[in-house]
């Protein structure tokens, strides 16, 4: 700990970036045609000097700009973190080209150990990186709509939510047949995702939408800010939170929502996932929604949700040496998080996730059980037994503050897991990319609260 500390002033900025550079987007990627051999050998080139250490050689393939925030100290923190996350790198099958405007992309197909990532390198006109993402593998399975689904009685239909200077790209699904339906305002969770919260082959929000729809029930979903605009993930060196990432752009979506003519604005709803659950007292305090559902909503203060979970995990893989000093590490940082004050001064990679102190001190200060509790407005929560991100522990925090109110529901599914996917094994993460759909059930029960049955 005193080594970091020691890096704490002088390498705070590069650290901040690091956010941005490990980035896991949820993003789709098509195969492209677009080839350029030049770029491509120093793409390999690079991979290459990672999995061999030679970082020194690696930076020599950045473009002054990159070369200049990111050194080959924290190049070698950067892939020793990837393994950890990932398991051992063992090789790249696959690499091809895309071109988005200007900038040339070069994808690189990497099988580690545990799950397979995608390292993408952007390159100038100069053939340098000029930025490195690692991002997850082409699903080899795509999406399908669920069985309980028929597309012939729904319709879709593109929509832009502005939110401050952002467009955030969004969808409005609702029935075919009638108007003025009632309304649910989705809002995703923890990490860059976009509007299906898409997982693998897997779209959990698309699921919901398409399940409403089929009765009587419009939605709306956006991507989520820091999908669409990942320099906003370079927000540590502005005192990034979760107003930024989630709230402000759920309540222009609530705003949005109330704007479309299909819409009876008396009957909008919301509805939250996990850290988006969590965030919903607060967003309904501004929108004043109908009634909300949240499902996953984490209880616990929230390091503590990070710190059950990576317990779980490591637990289930059969814990190495190395995975117990990493938590031995993350419980340091969750301390550090109970310590907090304004005058605290800890980089962001001293903290859980490496998020700022300013997101730390806004969810440290912010009770959702207690804000819920003074809303004065139906709820309905879900947890799932499989799911081991939020828990009965956290269930029985929001029930017993929720004890004395008679228009709050809990449903408590035992098959399902945290995306509410059926499964009669304990859930791992390597679950999330099977390919699943969400339960008929769960979303049948919310379409009754919806509809006040």
Request: proline share 4%; net charge neutral.
């Amino acid at each position: 700990m005193l080594n970091k500390l020691k890096f704490r002033k002088a390498e705070k900025k590069t650290k901040a970036l690091l956010t941005v550079i490990l980035l896991f987007v949820g993003m789709q990627i098509s195969q492209a045609q677009y080839t350029d051999s030049t770029k491509t050998y120093v793409a390999q080139k690079f991979l290459g000097n990672l999995s061999s250490g030679d970082f020194g050689g690696a930076v020599r393939s950045f473009s002054w700009d990159l070369a200049g925030t990111l050194n080959q100290y924290w190049l070698k923190v950067i892939w020793e973190s990837v393994q950890k996350q990932n398991g051992k790198y063992m090789g790249c099958y696959n690499t091809y080209t895309d071109r988005v405007t200007d900038e040339v992309l070069i994808y690189q197909e990497c099988r580690f150990e545990q799950i397979d990532k995608q390292l993408k390198l952007v390159f100038d006109k100069e053939n340098k990186i000029k930025s490195i993402h690692f991002v997850p593998a082409r699903p080899t399975v795509m999406y399908e709509i669920p069985t309980y689904v028929d597309l012939s009685f729904m319709v879709e239909t593109d929509v832009t939510i502005r939110s401050g200077k952002y467009n955030l790209q969004a969808t409005f699904s609702y029935p075919m047949n009638g108007t003025h339906f009632p309304t649910i305002v989705m809002v995703a969770g923890e990490g860059p995702c976009d509007m299906d919260v898409s997982k693998g082959p897997n779209k959990f929000f698309k699921d919901l939408a398409c399940g409403f729809a089929m009765n009587g029930i419009a939605s709306l979903r956006f991507n989520k800010r820091t999908y669409q605009y990942p320099e906003v993930n370079d927000a540590p060196l502005t005192g990034f939170t979760p107003n930024e990432e989630i709230i402000e752009d759920a309540i222009a979506a609530v705003r949005s929502a109330k704007s479309i003519l299909a819409v009876d604005t008396t009957r909008v709803f919301l509805l939250g996932h996990g850290l988006g659950a969590h965030l919903l007292p607060l967003i309904a305090q501004t929108t004043k929604p109908k009634g909300m559902m949240l499902i996953g909503a984490p209880g616990l203060p929230y390091e503590d949700v990070v710190y059950n979970t990576q317990t779980y995990i490591n637990n289930i893989a059969g814990t190495s040496n190395l995975e117990i000093q990493d938590l031995v590490s993350l419980k340091e940082r969750v301390d550090s998080v109970k310590l907090l004050n304004d005058s605290s001064d800890f980089a962001p990679y001293e903290l859980p996730l490496e998020m700022p102190v300013s997101y730390w001190m806004f969810l440290k200060n912010y009770n959702a059980v207690k804000t819920a509790a003074a809303l004065y407005l139906p709820m309905f929560f879900i947890y799932g037994g499989r799911d081991f991100q939020t828990t009965t522990a956290d269930m029985e925090v929001w029930k017993k503050a929720m004890a004395n109110k008679n228009n709050v529901q809990f449903k408590f599914y035992e098959n399902l897991n945290y995306y509410l996917h059926f499964g009669d094994k304990p859930s791992t993460p390597d679950e999330y990319i099977q390919k699943k759909q969400a339960s008929k059930v769960a979303i049948d029960e919310m379409s009754k609260f919806v509809m006040g049955k």
